[in-house]
C-alpha cells in the first residue's frame, strides 16, 4: 500500500482499510448499458489490491439470471413495504475475480430492462434503495461505508438518516459518485412519498425539491458526507448552469466536500496484447501488421471497402444528444462527399439519430457502416481497426472509450470537456506534442477543423507514429483512481 495511505491509516488510529459496499444499478461484466458499469466492476477490483474490503450490491437483472445463474448463491430472503406494496427481496451472491457482489432479486422490478423509463424505473430504484437498506442489517459483512453511485441509488444517505436515526443505517457514512447529472431521478413528490413515506416537511428546497419535483439526484447531494464526480474539469463544470441541469446551486453550497476522480479502465480486459476478441493482437512495439489485420478484418465484416490506406473514423457509444450527435450529423454529408475516408459507427439510442445514421449507410456503401446495436467482442474489434476514434460530447462526466480507444491504438478527437479535457492532450504542430486531436466549442465546424487536421497528419507516417505510440503509452489504469477512492473514504471515517 502506498505510504500516504498507511500514514492516513495510521492517522486515524486505524489498522485496517475501511469496508465498503457500492450500491449501483448497473455492474460489469454482469449487467451493463454504459461505462458506470464498466467502473462499478472495476474499482472493487482495484481497491482489493490496496486491501479495501468493497463489494457490489446491485440489482439481480434477467440478463445477469439468463447467464450466471449457476454460480449464483442465494443468501436469504425477506418482505419489504414500499408504500402499500409488500414485496419480496431475495439477496443472492455472486463473486468473481475476488469480488463479492451481492444481487437484489425481485422479477417484478427486474424481470426485464435495466431501465424502464418514466415512473416504473422510479419504483424500480425505489425498491432497490429500501432493499438495500433492509437487507444491511442482514448481510455477512458490515460496511463503513456505503459507496452510492447516481440517482438510482442517490436516496440511500437521505432515507437513512430521516427513517433510521440511531441504527446501523445511520451511522455509516455514504459517498455519492455523480457519474451523469443530466439523470437525476425527477417525481412528483407524491410519488415519493408513496414509495418512501417521506415526511412533507422535506419537500422544500433546502432538501428534495428542485423546479416543482422531487428530485433524487438532489436529495444525495444534500445528505451525502461527500460527493464526487468523475474528472475534476467535470467537477468545476457542473458548479455552472450550462452543465449542472439545476443542481448548481446545492454543488456550489457544498464545495467543500465535492471533488473529481478520473476514472481508469480494466487494462486487462481492454488489452490490444491478449484480447481473444480481435484476429490479431499486438503491442505497443509491435502494432502496425496487427492493426492492418484488425482494420481489414472490420472492414470485410462491415461491407467496408478493403482499403489500408484510408482512415478509419470510428464511433462507439450510446447514440444520444450527449454524444455530440448534432454535431456529426451537420457535417457528415460534407465530409463524406469530400473526403477520402471512411467512417464506423457501433452503437444504440435515440431512434433519430439512429434512423440518420441509418440512412446514411444507405448514402455512403462501402464508406460509411452504421451497425446499430452493441456488441461488446465488436466494439473490440472497432476499437483496434480504427486509425480515429471520434467523440465530440457536449457534456462527457469522464468518458471511458477515448481511454479504451487510446489504449488499443485509435486516436482520440474530442471535445473539450469533463474527462474529455483531462484524458487527451491535444497535438500541437510546432512543438510535435499531444495524443489526441481536439476543439472547445459545441461547434460542427470547429469537430469538423479537427478532423480535417487529424485526416492531414494521417498522410504523414512520423506525425501519425508519434500519436499512436503516445497514447497507447498512457496508462488510464484505476491504480490512482482506486488510491484517490481510497482516501476520500478515510476522509469521511
Ligand atoms: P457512457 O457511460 O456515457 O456511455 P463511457 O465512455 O463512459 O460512456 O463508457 C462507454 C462504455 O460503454 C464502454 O465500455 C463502451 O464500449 C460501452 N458502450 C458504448 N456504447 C454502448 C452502447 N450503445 N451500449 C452498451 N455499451 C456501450
Ligand atoms: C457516465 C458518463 C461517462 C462516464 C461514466 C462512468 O455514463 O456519461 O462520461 O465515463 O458514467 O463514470
Not at 463544470?237 to 481508469?264: C, D, F, K, Q, S
Not at 473514423?313 to 454529408?333: I, Y
Request: hydrophobic share 40%; proline share 4%; with cysteine.
Amino acid at each position: 500500500m502506498k505510504e500516504a495511505l498507511s500514514q492516513m491509516l495510521r492517522d486515524r488510529g486505524r489498522s485496517e482499510m475501511p469496508k465498503v459496499l457500492l450500491a449501483a444499478a448497473e455492474c460489469a461484466p454482469f449487467s451493463k448499458t454504459g461505462g458506470l458499469a464498466d467502473v462499478v466492476g472495476t474499482l472493487p477490483k482495484a481497491l482489493a489490491k490496496i486491501g479495501v474490503d468493497a463489494r457490489v450490491i446491485t440489482p439481480y437483472h434477467r440478463c445477469i439470471k439468463d447467464r450466471y445463474a449457476s454460480r449464483v448463491e442465494h443468501l436469504f430472503d425477506f418482505r419489504i413495504m414500499l408504500g402499500w406494496r409488500n414485496a419480496y427481496v431475495g439477496i443472492e451472491r455472486l463473486c468473481e475475480d475476488g469480488v463479492t457482489v451481492y444481487l437484489v432479486d425481485n422479477e417484478d422490478y427486474f424481470g426485464d430492462r435495466i431501465y424502464r423509463g418514466g415512473l416504473p424505473e422510479g419504483e424500480q430504484y425505489a425498491f432497490f434503495t429500501r432493499a438495500v437498506l433492509e437487507a444491511l442489517p442482514r448481510l455477512d459483512f458490515r460496511p463503513e461505508i456505503i459507496h452510492c453511485n447516481d440517482w438510482h441509488t442517490a436516496m440511500l444517505p437521505m432515507l437513512a438518516h430521516i427513517q433510521y436515526r440511531g441504527r446501523m443505517q445511520d451511522e455509516m457514512k455514504y459517498l455519492l459518485t455523480i457519474h451523469n447529472i443530466a439523470f437525476q431521478g425527477r417525481f412528483g413528490f407524491d410519488f415519493v412519498q408513496d414509495m418512501f413515506g417521506v415526511d412533507p416537511c422535506y419537500y422544500t428546497p433546502e432538501f428534495i425539491e428542485l423546479n416543482g419535483c422531487a428530485d433524487f439526484l438532489k436529495a444525495g447531494c444534500v445528505f451525502a458526507d461527500r460527493i464526487n464526480t468523475v474528472s475534476p474539469t467535470y467537477a468545476s463544470e457542473i458548479r455552472i448552469p450550462y452543465y449542472a441541469e439545476g443542481l448548481e446551486g446545492i454543488l456550489n453550497a457544498r464545495h467543500a466536500v465535492l471533488t473529481g476522480i478520473i476514472n481508469g479502465i480494466d487494462r486487462d480486459f481492454f488489452n490490444p496484447e491478449t484480447d481473444p476478441a480481435l484476429p490479431a493482437r499486438y503491442t505497443l512495439a509491435d502494432r502496425k501488421s496487427g492493426k492492418a489485420v484488425c482494420k481489414h478484418a472490420l472492414q470485410e465484416a462491415m461491407g467496408l471497402a478493403q482499403r489500408a490506406d484510408v482512415p478509419l473514423f470510428a464511433m462507439v457509444t450510446r447514440m444520444t444528444e450527449q454524444k455530440g450527435f448534432d454535431l456529426v450529423a451537420c457535417v457528415l454529408d460534407d465530409m463524406m462527399c469530400r473526403e477520402d475516408m471512411q467512417f464506423m459507427l457501433l452503437g444504440n439510442g435515440d431512434e433519430r439519430f439512429e434512423n440518420f445514421m441509418t440512412a446514411a449507410e444507405k448514402r455512403y456503401p462501402g464508406k460509411l457502416c452504421a451497425y446499430i446495436g452493441y456488441k461488446e467482442e465488436l466494439s473490440h474489434l472497432v476499437y483496434a481497426a480504427s486509425d480515429f476514434f471520434l467523440m465530440p460530447s457536449r457534456f462527457e462526466p469522464c468518458g471511458l472509450s477515448q481511454m479504451i480507444a487510446m489504449r488499443y491504438g485509435s486516436v482520440p478527437i474530442v471535445r473539450e470537456t469533463g474527462g474529455l479535457r483531462d484524458t487527451v492532450i491535444p497535438y500541437n504542430r510546432f512543438t510535435g506534442e499531444g495524443d489526441g486531436f481536439s476543439f472547445a466549442n459545441f461547434d460542427a465546424w470547429e469537430m469538423r477543423d479537427a478532423m480535417r487536421l487529424a485526416m492531414a497528419c494521417y498522410k504523414d507516417e512520423e506525425i501519425m507514429e508519434g500519436l499512436i505510440s503516445r497514447a497507447m503509452q498512457k496508462q488510464f489504469g484505476f491504480e490512482l483512481s482506486a488510491e484517490e477512492y481510497a482516501r476520500h473514504y478515510l476522509w469521511m471515517l
